[in-house]
């Protein structure tokens, strides 16, 4: 009401200035203004005033002015003597001092143990630097945005110890480069308050010793038995295992009940036994060739996974170490999918519960592009995991490469993870307080902020690369320092001794435990918990020893076909979409309705729906996968309407029931290595949702070819890991040139073995709809690779009728569909895989060919041999086959179906090719070339066979 009334009145709103001037006015005299306002006036000044005096109000002009005049003249100016000015600006440079240090406090850190370089040259860590001199040291400076002290107060002398000992000791931190006020005044707190040094008790100590016993022992140990036998050695780096043992304890105290942990070879055996308590007989039996080999592959030791439950106070904290290829880092986005599986199965939004843990080599760390592409996924809402806790492994070397001027183009090998602004403590490995100080800072770091830290262990590599080199031929001043270095054990130890800490006998003493129970095959300690299963673990055991022929029901009823149709189609009443898309909703209701036949992207929806709606969840992500590349999907509907950059979307797969599961699309940073790592990592402990990764173009796959050959391929055979993946590549000629055609089937197919992926082109949109739904509800659990379409999406006879979808199943042959063909006059029949079945479909009707059959293989591998049998039986006078594909000779699969083919033939029978010519390039970038090529294969496929043809 007050608000209406200010508007509308002539005494407020626009009449303001106006009655100001004329009050104004009336306080210097009365008698300028009319006599109406005069009036008005008398009777206010009779109102008492707002705090109960009777002043009479002045005029403001006036005062404001006399104000105005008085600053120009500086009236106002504190008067300051030369000697305050003086002080003030001593603790301006105090200030800038301090914030040097921040800054640049480690690259005067005590960490490297060779202690092979001398301290760089830093003007700006010098006190003179800033124009403070000795006669400032004992003048007392403001320290109040410091932690040193409770006090306001500090002497220059005691705040520049205090900076010293806090960032140029054995750990040297990084956070000034972060941006969130908060985090770096966390940061500042936890070193400043207690000077970067730890307060352990003597049992912590005790602990930590045993730890570094257990570490040197055990590859002491190794070392003498197993002489020159490969172990990638972890002397030299023995605070590791002392950090690891800190993360799971203390994770533990702090809510963490699963660590998924991801390292190359180096120190693997080491955190096997000391950390996972995998049993030393069993190493040891590894090393003597005794372990039972029950795999078609297997691995070398040193790549092998290892999972266990052991006590901490907390309670019981599941470990999980991930099965590693020789790639060094691409285990990141691996572990990283798999913790994130895990958390969406506890419902652990912030990732609280379940902790990835990363360990670095230092070469690779620097090196490797998927560190980066991991790392760039860290915050994004798709890959989130909370925060990796990083520890690199530095050895200060490669493999022969130690000279930084070869071996990164940045001061550290951490500085990668700037670009996330992830804090990093580099530490001393011969400091093991300071490592274990280290690992429960960044722990603490990442409970608090969710998100990534790292551990820089500054350290040495004893031995060369692995136990059969020799390290000094490429590094003799190095190594001759580390043949002087008694041992971080050693060192430790004798520090305990000479503080009281310990006797003098315990050391050795401890050395001497460990060595017996090496010989007897058993620990020193063990933390394991033997009995305990966490109502969270997944069995796997149902999906295994499966076949890919087991049957599966994949139909769907039509009254449940109608009412998820309709689920997806409706949106709510005050969501606008785009026209286009929503044309595509409308034509998707009239499908689920019968009326028009099912297209590919109401394939897929019906797929996923009826797969949410039964209680699969499903994850489907990949660059651009919301919308689709080719605008199929539209999984993800924005509102036109929309006022806000974050809000306005809608998702008609996450509202197709009541008690639905998720349905989670993703659109994927730029990346294809580490997302497909990702997706891995995530179907690797997930066998209940079904789990897709989609190329932007199925060529871009290669960009993750060693996801693909390392775990997709080749996991279960060398680790016995099932995994249900799914890839959907994008593949098919249709002129757009080198990169935009070729998913390149023909390195699936080469992987092809031992019964360890399927690989299928499906043609029309029942055959994605039955193989989606197949893949999870067959109990089978095999990653699945699909070349989908692209040309083949808006093909109206690629579309299906819906009593496809409510009856049937996926076809991995499909037979000649004309009717009027008859068997008794074929006398060749075509066989082919993918879009290339139309255009052979179109060239038959238009030579009106009577006497060739053209069949679909659907699934490639594993080949079905008895319904490609079946088909080429209904012909009696077939004399010859042909395998025709869009892809040139040396690409595709014929090369790989060539054989199966032969093998289903009978005597007599001749076999040929008919497609692209052998070419370097997976496919021409002229268009008019793309279309001579096309004509030429088909014209082919029908010809008389030349060039090699293969008699039975």
Known sequence: M???????????????????????????????????????FDALSNVPATDGSDHRDVAHAPVVESFAQRAKANAFMVKTSSADLAVARKQVHVQSLIAAYRFLGSRWADLDPLKRQERPKLPELEPAFYDLTESDMDITFSATNTYFTKADQMSLRDILQALRETYCSSIGTEFMHITEPTEKRWWQEKLESIRAKPSFSVEKKKNILERLTASE??????????????????????????????????GGEKGVQEIIIGMAHRGRLNVLVNTLGKQPSELFSEFDHTAPENLPSGDVKYHQGFSSDVSTDGGPVHLSLSFNPSHLEIVNPVIEGSVKARQDRRGDVDGDQVLPVQVHGDAAFAGQGVVMETLALAQTRGYYTGGTVHVVINNQIGFTTSDPRDSRSTLYCTDVVKMIEAPVLHVNGDDAEAV???????????????????????????????????????QPLMYKKIAQHPGTRRVYGDKLVAQGTIAAEVPDQMVKDYRAAMEAGKHTVDPVLTNFKSKYAVDWTPYLNKKWTDAADTALPLAEFRRLAERITTIPADFKPHPLVQKVIDDRAAMGRGENNVDWGMGEHMAFASLVASGYPVR??????????????????????????DTGTYIPLQHVADNQAPYVVIDSILSEEAVLGFEYGYASADPNTLVIWEAQFGDFANGAQVVIDQF???????????????????????????????ARLERFMQLAADNNMQICQPTSASQIFHLLRRQMVRMFRKPLVIMTPKSLLRMKDAASPLTEFTRGEFRTVIPDTDATLDNANVKRLIACSGKVYYDLVKRRAEKKNLDTAIIRVEQLYPFPHKAFATELKKYPNLTDLVWCQDEPQNQGSWFFVQHYIHENMTEGQKLGYAGRPASASPAVGYAHLHQEQLKALLDQAFAKLKGFVLTK
């Open 2 to 40: 007050m608000q209406q009334f200010r508007s509308n009145s002539y005494l407020f709103g626009g009449n303001a200035p106006y009655v100001e001037e004329l009050y104004e006015a009336y306080l210097d005299n009365p008698g300028s203004v009319p006599d109406n306002w005069r009036s008005y």
């Open 217 to 250: 022992g055990l590859e002491r140990f190794l070392h003498t038995k197993y002489v020159g036998q490969k172990r990638f050695s972890l002397e030299g780096s023995e605070s590791f295992i002392a950090c690891m043992d800190e993360l799971i304890q203390r």
């Open 436 to 474: 274990v100080l280290c690992t429960q800072l960044a722990l603490d770091y990442r409970q608090e902020f969710n998100k990534d830290v790292v551990v820089d262990i500054v350290c040495f590599r004893k031995l060369g690369h692995n136990e059969q080199d020799t390290p000094s031929m490429t």
């Open 620 to 645: 489907l992500s990949g660059e651009d996968c919301g919308r689709g590349t080719f605008t199929h999907r539209h999984s993800v509907l924005h509102d036109q309407n929309r006022e806000k950059w």
């Open 712 to 742: 997709i391929a080749s996991g279960e055979v060398k680790w016995g890991r099932a995994n249900g993946l799914t890839l959907m590549l994008p593949h098919g000629y249709e002129g757009q040139g080198p990169e935009h055609s070729s």
